[in-house]
């Protein structure tokens, strides 16, 4: 994935290094509740994720995150997509 975000924050003398910082990421879930837990550098890394969801030129674009790719504590799949748009 791209990090725009990261960059652009970079750039701004914002944050140094996505890697030295980043830890563990959780997706929590209950009945009533989705938690995403993460540190600033993790929910940055979300956001990344879901901007390039967001700026992709295909309807339909998505990205599955999991214990496989993004969280290191999850008992679900979160799925990030792009609503096809109408007409």
């Known amino acids: ?6 960059e652009h924050l970079g750039e701004k003398g914002i944050i140094k290094s996505f890697e ?3 830890g563990s990421i959780e997706l929590k879930t209950s009945d009533s ?3 995403i837990e993460g540190n600033r ?4 890394a979300l956001a990344d994720d879901i901007l ?3 700026l992709s030129d295909s309807d339909g ?4 995150l999991d ?3 993004f969280f290191t504590k999850t008992d679900r799949e ?3 997509s792009l609503k096809p748009t109408s007409g």
């Open 52 to 54: 390039s969801v967001a």
């Open 61 to 64: 674009s998505h990205i599955h």
């Open 20 to 22: 030295n910082d980043y």
């Open 78 to 80: 979160l799925i990030i």
């Open 33 to 35: 509740e989705i938690v």
């Open 67 to 69: 214990e496989l790719f």
């Open 1 to 6: 994935m791209n990090r725009i975000i990261f």
């Open 41 to 44: 550098l993790e929910l940055i």
